[in-house]
């Protein structure tokens, strides 16, 4: 069974950056369009960057121009940089693939506050 494992959230101050992790265990990752989703307290589950298994990336128009996702399919892992980060971006990120999920990780929890 394919497991997700976020890092590298924290506390960072408006303008600031931090780089997610997640690793994935199974061979599906190198195939699969991966996502970094985000959830904010009361509020719903919600895509914020794609890449598909060849490098397309998609975004969000709320992190397009501050966010970039990358993969390393040789260590399964996915990353998410974020920069000028805002309050707004407040919220636990989680990673899957897009589409048909995968069993949800921990995600990690990003505070955006000063």
């Known amino acids: 069974q394919v497991q997700l494992v976020e890092s590298g959230g924290g506390l960072v101050q408006p303008g600031g950056s931090l780089r997610l992790s997640c690793a994935a265990s199974?061979?599906?990752?190198?195939?699969?369009?991966m996502g970094w989703y985000r959830q904010a307290p009361g509020k719903q589950r919600e895509l914020v960057a794609s890449?598909?298994?060849?490098?397309?990336?998609i975004y969000a128009d709320s992190v397009k121009g501050r966010f970039t996702i990358s993969r390393e399919n040789a260590k399964n892992t996915v990353y998410l940089q974020m920069n000028s980060l805002k309050p707004e971006d407040t919220a636990v990120y989680y990673c899957?693939?897009?589409?048909?999920?995968?069993?949800w990780g921990q995600g990690t929890q990003v505070t955006v506050s000063s």
């Open positions: 199974g061979s599906i990752f190198r195939i699969a369009t």
């Open positions: 890449i598909s298994s060849g490098g397309t990336t």
């Open positions: 899957n693939r897009v589409g048909v999920v995968l069993p």
